[in-house]
């Protein structure tokens, strides 16, 4: 299998453990707006803005590596993690394509990352991956991430969905069709697949939870962490979460 042979590629667990495991067990892309290649190295061009530096980056959630491999050029080692096979599948194809020798790919998830790390890195992000994590996981997830964040490193959570805006969106509101009879229509089929879904014990969407970007913060803060959040650029409803280290007076 392509995923196998990949360098130095770990496997460290058996079998999806909750709802979204199994949902992205043979998913192959990411869900980004537009998945041209354009788009995917202007998203990857903002997020690298805002990553600032750093020599070593782990990509928690990389799925298929759609922006992954754009930050490649830019750092001298990397890993990718991800409990999706299909999506690491995709993501060693995309990374012999382009000859990206410095990205090693884990699979894994939030719980078991971490007893394969034996280095620190300057930056560990997650790219549309937060959703899925309840506060508590966030939470766990922080607290062993800056256990392996370098002195000066960054945690930055890319495009998690603000409970402010997302509602707004899932109306249509920032669409350019903009109104009332089409909000409607949004409500009705979101509650047509809300029961679809319940019934058969699925997520809804690929969308996941939306979290407050003052509850992430609370969490950094209790990990000694500063939090700034900034919208997102290329999704309204989104918003980035970038943390560091409170400087020592
Ligand atoms: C929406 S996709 C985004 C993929 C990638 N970051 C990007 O922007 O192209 C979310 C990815 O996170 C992965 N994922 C979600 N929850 C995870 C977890 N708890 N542990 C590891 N991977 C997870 C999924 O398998 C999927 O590949």
Known sequence: MEVESRKKMKKTHMGP?????????????????????????????????????????????????????????????????????????????????????????????????????????????????????????????IAKASEYLSTDGKIVFFDILDPRLYPLWKLGVFAPNAGLLKALYRVGCDFQSSILSALKNRPRNIYGFTHNPYKIQKIANKHDLEMRYIQSMYYEYKYHAIMGRVPEL
């Open 17 to 141: 453990k909750n709802t979204w495991e199994g949902f992205f067990k043979d998913k192959t892309h990411g869900g980004h707006r537009y998945s041209s290649e354009e788009f995917l190295a202007m998203e990857a061009r903002e997020k690298l803005f805002h990553l600032d530096g750093g020599k070593t980056l782990l990509d928690f959630g990389c799925g298929s590596a759609e922006l992954l491999t754009y930050y490649a050029p830019e750092y001298d080692q990397l890993l990718g993690v991800d409990f999706s096979p299909s999506m690491l599948g995709e993501a060693s194809k995309r990374i012999s394509q382009r000859k990206c020798n410095n990205i090693d790919l884990i699979l894994a998830d939030h719980e078991t990352l971490w007893e394969n790390l034996d280095s620190n890195f300057d930056r560990i992000t997650a790219a549309g991956v937060i959703q899925y994590l309840t506060f508590q996981e966030i939470d766990d997830f």
